[in-house]
């Protein structure tokens, strides 16, 4: 139904240009400081494990995973995974995604309640996410189209949430980060642009989730309203 109706595209397209920018702001800025080597010498690993330490969260290990850019922190797991090129990187981009990664683990110990909520809406949204198009597909075979198309309304209301709260969490974490790496030496002065721009625009990625999301969900709106009618 979506995918070959052309009201559908006019939505999507939105959120697919200021993706594709957002991943061209973070290829370019990380591509740049990956290239930087920070005046401290530290890596990423041992910059989040620094920063984690300060903040009492000793027994919070660091661990090492396979990809580029697959850095996060696992709240369930109470552990902190950053990609190898992080890990073992002393660059500014490297100790800059590290860091915020170790943001996300002083708002977990902070009950920060936008992290909170997010961890919360995490299992509904990954049901929503696998379960919608097969809800559409087995609408349109039983003819429940209408009934389909609300159920999208609620599952993209959900998914929307997510990244409204997700948004803000992300900001917050490199914020932290931020103001970590200066407190205590981890970088210095000359090397805050550096760090800035490479969070900043992987904060982007978050901003085009979101747009993409919105628009999705006024799409399923509009095509609940032109069932009624």
């Known amino acids: 139904m979506m995918f070959w109706d052309l009201k559908y595209m006019l939505f999507a397209i939105p959120g697919l240009l200021i993706g594709i920018w957002a991943q061209m702001k973070l290829h370019s800025a990380y591509g740049q400081y990956s290239q930087v080597n920070t005046r401290s010498g530290l890596t990423g690993a041992q910059a989040a494990r620094r920063i984690l330490d300060d903040a009492g969260l000793t027994d919070l290990p660091v661990e090492e995973v396979e990809g580029q850019l697959t850095d996060h922190y696992d709240p369930t797991e109470r552990a902190l995974f950053l990609s190898s090129d992080n890990y073992h990187g002393t660059s500014i981009a ?27 809406l995490v299992p509904i949204t ?42 803000p969490v992300e900001y917050d974490a490199s914020a932290r980060a931020k103001q970590q790496l200066f407190r205590l030496g981890l970088v210095y002065e000359p090397e805050r642009e550096g760090v800035s721009k490479v969070l900043d625009a992987a904060a982007l990625t978050y901003v085009a989730a979101l747009v993409t999301s919105v628009m999705t969900l006024l799409y399923w709106i509009s095509a609940a309203r032109n069932d009624r009618d």
């Open 94 to 120: 490297a100790v800059g995604v590290a860091a915020h990664e170790a943001g996300h683990a002083l708002q977990h110990k902070a009950a920060y309640g936008l992290f909170n909520l997010r961890m919360a």
């Open 126 to 167: 990954h049901f929503a996410s696998i379960a919608w198009m097969g809800i559409l597909i087995l609408g349109f075979f039983l003819h429940l189209i209408p009934h389909a198309v609300l159920i999208a309304v609620g599952i993209f209301t959900v998914l929307t949430l997510f990244q409204l709260v997700t948004l």
